[in-house]
C-alpha cells in the first residue's frame, strides 16, 4: 500500500486546493483508509470490496521488481495509479458523508476507483504482475501506461470540479450554520429587548416616585390645608366646559391641565374632574391645591370613591378574581413574558386597571353632565378646545379622530375575526380610532345604552378570546356604529414611538398624544418631541426641583 508520503504527493500531484478543504478530506481520507485496512470487506459494499481486490493486487505486486530494468518504470506507473485509486475513494467516501445531494459524486468516484482495479486486472496486463525473473514486454508496458495515464487525466479533472463543489458546498453549510446561530441570538435579543423597552416604559422614574412622596409628606403635615370640597356647584353646571382625567401619575395629569389652561381663552369656564387610586389621591390633592389655574376648576376623587363600581357590577373586576387571568398578568418570569414578545405589551396588568376602564362609566360617574371631553394623561394640549362643544354629533356618542390609512388600523387587526360573534357582528375592514382625545355625549351615551354593551362584550372575553387584553378593542366594539370622525388636527398621535411625524402637523394640532413607550417623562423620550411636554411641568415648584426632575 502506499504509504502517506506518497499520498501527499498525490494530492499534490492532483492540483492545489483550498485549505479548509484540505483538511477535511485529508481527515476523512486517513479515517476512511484505516477503516479499510482493519476491517473485513463487506459484499454489500462495491467500494470496499473494490478497494480490497485491487489491494491484494498491490501486494502481490510489491516485490523485488529489481531484476528488469522496465521494473522501475513500472512501479512508477503503478505508484502512480495506485495513489489515483486510493484519492478516488477518498472522494468517494467524503462525497458519501454528504448524503442525498452529492450521490452523483460518490458514484462518480466509484467508478474512477473501479476503472483503476479493473484496469489492473485485465488479462492484457497480467504479465506486468508476474513474479521477479519474468521479463516484461515494452509494447504492454507501454500501452498499460498510456491507459493509466488517461485515467489519471480523467480523475484529476473530475477532482478539480469536485474540489469546487465540495468547498461551495462547506461554504453554504458554515454559512447556513451561521445564519441560524445569528438567528437564535437575534430572537434572543429581540425578546430581552421587547422585555426591557417594556420595564423601561411601565416602571416609575425615581423622580416621579419622589415628587409624589414629597407631595405625600405635605398632605400629612397640613391635612386640613387640602382638604377637597366637592359641593362646588361649578363641577356639575353642564354649561361648563368639562374634562375627564384618569391618571396615577401626578406630573402627567398636572401637565394636562396646565396645558389646558394656558391655551384656553375662558379658563375660569373649565372644570377639570381628575381620578386616581387611593394610593396616589393625597398626592394629587396637593398638586392642585398648589397652583392658581386661573380661575379654572379642578375636582380631585379616587376611584374607590365610586361605590357603584364593584366586582358584582363591573366584569373587568369580577375578571380580576379569576385565578388563571392573576397568573397570566401577574407570574412575573422573564421566560413567561417573552413568550410572544408581540402580543407581550398586553400581558401588562395595568390592561385590568379600572383607572383604565372607568372610561367606560362616564354617564354614571357624571350623572348631571351632557358633554365631556375624555384626555389621556399622556397628551399635551396646543389650542383652545371648546370648538368641541359646538361640534354637531349627528346623534352620535363618541367624537374621535380615525387612525386608518390604507390597510393600517382596521378593525380586523385588533380583534379576533375567526370567532363567529365577531364576524358576524363587525366588519374587518372598518377604520379605527383613537383613544387619548374623546368628545363623548353623554346623553346620546345613555339613551344608546353604551355601558351596557361594553359590559356584554367584556364578558364575552373573559377567556380573551374575542380580543387581546386592553380598552382599545372594547371602545371600538362599543362605540362600533355610533362614533363620529373628527377632523385629524384635533389629535395628533405617535410621539411616544413615531420620530417621523412632520413638525407642521404637530404645530397645527389641538392636542398632541405622547402614546407608545417612549413617555416624555422618561429618559427613552424622544428629545425632539419631549420640549413641547416639558415646557407645561411646573418646574419652579419646590418638589420638583428637590427631586431633580430633569427636563
Known amino acids: 500500500m502506499a504509504d502517506p508520503l506518497r499520498r501527499s504527493r498525490a494530492f499534490r500531484n492532483v492540483g492545489t486546493s483550498k485549505k479548509p478543504f484540505v483538511g477535511i478530506l485529508l481527515l476523512s481520507f486517513s479515517l476512511a483508509l484505516l477503516l479499510l485496512l482493519t476491517s473485513q470487506p463487506s459484499a454489500s459494499d462495491p467500494i470496499t470490496a473494490g478497494f480490497s481486490s485491487f489491494s491484494r493486487g498491490a501486494r502481490r505486486s510489491v516485490l523485488a521488481l529489481k531484476s528488469d530494468p522496465l521494473k522501475a518504470r513500472f512501479d512508477q506507473i503503478y505508484k502512480q495509479a495506485n495513489d489515483h485509486t486510493l484519492t478516488a475513494y477518498a472522494y468517494a467516501s467524503y462525497a458519501r458523508k454528504l448524503k442525498l445531494e452529492n450521490s452523483k459524486q460518490v458514484r462518480v468516484f466509484a467508478n474512477l476507483a473501479r476503472n483503476y482495479s479493473d484496469l489492473m486486472s485485465k488479462p492484457t496486463y497480467q504479465s506486468l504482475f508476474q513474479p521477479d525473473g519474468v521479463t516484461i514486454d515494452e509494447s504492454v508496458l507501454r500501452q498499460f501506461e498510456k491507459e493509466v495515464k488517461a485515467r489519471i487525466k480523467d480523475t484529476k479533472q473530475i477532482i478539480a470540479e469536485a474540489k469546487e463543489v465540495f468547498d461551495n458546498q462547506l461554504k453554504i453549510h458554515k454559512l447556513k450554520d451561521t445564519i441560524f446561530a445569528v438567528n437564535e441570538q437575534l430572537m434572543k435579543a429581540k425578546k430581552q429587548g421587547a422585555f426591557s423597552s417594556l420595564i423601561a416604559a411601565k416602571s416609575i422614574p425615581k423622580s416621579l416616585h419622589c415628587i409624589a412622596m414629597k407631595l405625600m409628606e405635605e398632605r400629612i403635615a397640613h391635612p386640613d390645608k387640602y382638604v377637597e370640597n366637592s359641593s362646588l356647584p361649578q363641577l356639575e353646571d353642564p354649561k361648563l366646559y368639562h374634562y375627564a382625567i384618569f391618571s396615577d401619575n401626578v406630573l402627567a395629569a398636572s401637565v394636562v391641565v396646565n396645558s389646558a389652561v394656558n391655551n384656553a381663552k375662558e379658563p375660569w369656564k373649565h372644570v377639570f374632574h381628575v381620578v386616581t387610586d387611593k394610593m396616589n389621591l393625597g398626592a394629587m390633592q396637593v398638586m392642585f391645591k398648589m397652583k392658581n389655574y386661573n380661575g379654572a376648576h379642578v375636582e380631585v376623587k379616587a376611584v374607590e370613591d365610586y361605590k357603584f363600581l364593584n366586582s358584582s357590577y363591573v366584569p373587568v373586576l369580577r375578571q380580576l378574581e379569576n385565578a388563571k387571568l392573576q397568573e397570566f398578568y401577574f407570574k412575573n418570569k422573564l421566560e413567561n413574558a417573552t413568550k410572544d414578545t408581540n402580543n407581550m405589551k398586553f400581558r401588562n396588568p395595568k390592561y385590568l386597571s379600572m383607572l383604565n376602564h372607568l372610561r367606560f362609566y362616564l354617564p354614571e360617574i357624571y350623572p348631571k353632565l351632557h358633554r365631556i371631553l375624555f384626555l389621556d394623561d399622556d397628551v399635551v394640549v396646543q389650542k383652545d378646545l371648546t370648538g368641541l362643544w359646538k361640534i354637531d354629533m349627528d346623534g352620535k356618542v363618541n367624537g374621535a379622530v380615525e387612525t386608518c390609512f390604507g390597510s393600517f388600523h382596521r378593525y380586523w387587526q385588533y380583534m379576533n375575526f375567526s370567532h363567529p360573534l365577531i364576524k358576524e357582528k363587525f366588519d374587518p375592514k372598518a377604520c379605527a380610532w383613537a383613544y387619548g382625545m374623546n368628545f363623548f355625549d353623554l346623553d346620546a351615551w345613555r339613551k344608546q345604552k353604551c355601558t351596557e354593551e361594553y359590559h356584554y362584550w367584556q364578558e364575552k372575553n373573559e377567556n380573551r378570546t374575542l380580543w387581546k ?65 416639558a415646557k407645561f411641568v411646573d418646574s419652579d415648584m419646590d418638589v420638583v426641583q428637590k427631586c431633580n426632575f430633569g427636563v
Open 469 to 533: 387584553l386592553g380598552t382599545l378593542p372594547p371602545g371600538l366594539i362599543t362605540f362600533y356604529s355610533t362614533t363620529k370622525p373628527l377632523d385629524k388636527s384635533w389629535h395628533v398621535l405617535g410621539l411616544g414611538y413615531n420620530p417621523n411625524i412632520s413638525m407642521e402637523e404637530i404645530q397645527n394640532a389641538a392636542v398632541v398624544h405622547f402614546n407608545g413607550n417612549m413617555k416624555p417623562w422618561l429618559d427613552i423620550a424622544m428629545p425632539q418631541f419631549r420640549p413641547m411636554w
